[in-house]
T-cell receptor
């Protein structure tokens, strides 16, 4: 069975500082990996995804993530955080070869101080 | 174009009552998914439709939960004899293909269900 671990429940960074949110997955084959962002009262918005190919993927709002098979990780990064980035971030894994359920981590809440 | 829509946005009901939650997917999307998000948790999969049929309902917690998609577009999640533990945000998502390779799920804003 697939699983996702987001070790950091809550992270606080200063505006303009860099950000890295950790995600580790467990899956027996090549996974499909996603990062979603959820603002209060909003639905999940897709930031970026990895299906295959280049292991460094670019997303919206200046985010990027790197797939590292050897570490079973898919960490999300941003070089300079903006106050509007404060939200809940979810990493998710889907089974390769089919498109069915996503398994989500428990999320990381990002707080940005001015 | 229009995204995934869900109605109602909020639903308050009493323990033991029946509720229906509606999802309107993105036009033309073949696959539709329901998830449940409890407070402080990530979304948990409930059921997935490919067209009109339920391709995977392994996430439904018990037989009080049922979902339909009779015409392959709009879906309704039905919960009978609601319990306080059913209180959560119910999220719907749709994706273009739903099979044959990687696909991206697009989520609606959710329905917040509160069972008193």
């Amino acid at each position: 069975a697939q699983s996702v671990t987001q070790p950091d429940i809550h992270i606080t960074v200063s505006e303009g500082a860099s950000l890295e949110l950790r995600c580790n997955y467990s899956y027996g084959a090549t996974p499909y990996l996603f990062w979603y962002v959820q603002s209060p009262g909003q639905g999940l918005q897709l930031l970026l995804k990895y299906f295959s190919g280049d292991t460094l993927v670019q997303g919206i709002k200046g985010f990027e993530a790197e797939f590292k098979r050897s570490q079973s990780s898919f960490n999300l990064r941003k070089p300079s955080v903006h106050w509007s980035d404060a939200a809940e971030y979810f990493c998710a894994v889907g089974a390769a070869g089919t498109a069915s359920k996503l398994t989500f981590g428990t999320g990381t809440r990002l707080q940005v101080t001015l | 174009g229009a995204g995934v829509s869900q109605t109602p946005s909020n639903k308050v009901t009493e323990k033991g009552k029946y509720v229906e939650l509606r999802c309107d997917p993105i036009s033309g999307h073949t696959a539709l998914y329901w998830y449940r998000q409890s407070l402080g948790q990530g979304p948990e999969f409930l059921i997935y439709f490919q067209g009109t049929g339920a391709a995977d309902d392994s996430g439904l917690p018990n037989d009080r939960f049922f979902a339909v998609r009779p015409e392959g577009s709009v879906s309704t999640l039905k919960i009978q004899r609601t319990e306080r533990g059913d209180s959560a945000v119910y999220l719907c998502a749709s994706s273009p293909r739903g099979s044959g390779g990687p696909d991206t799920q697009y989520f609606g804003p959710g329905t917040r269900l509160t069972v008193l």
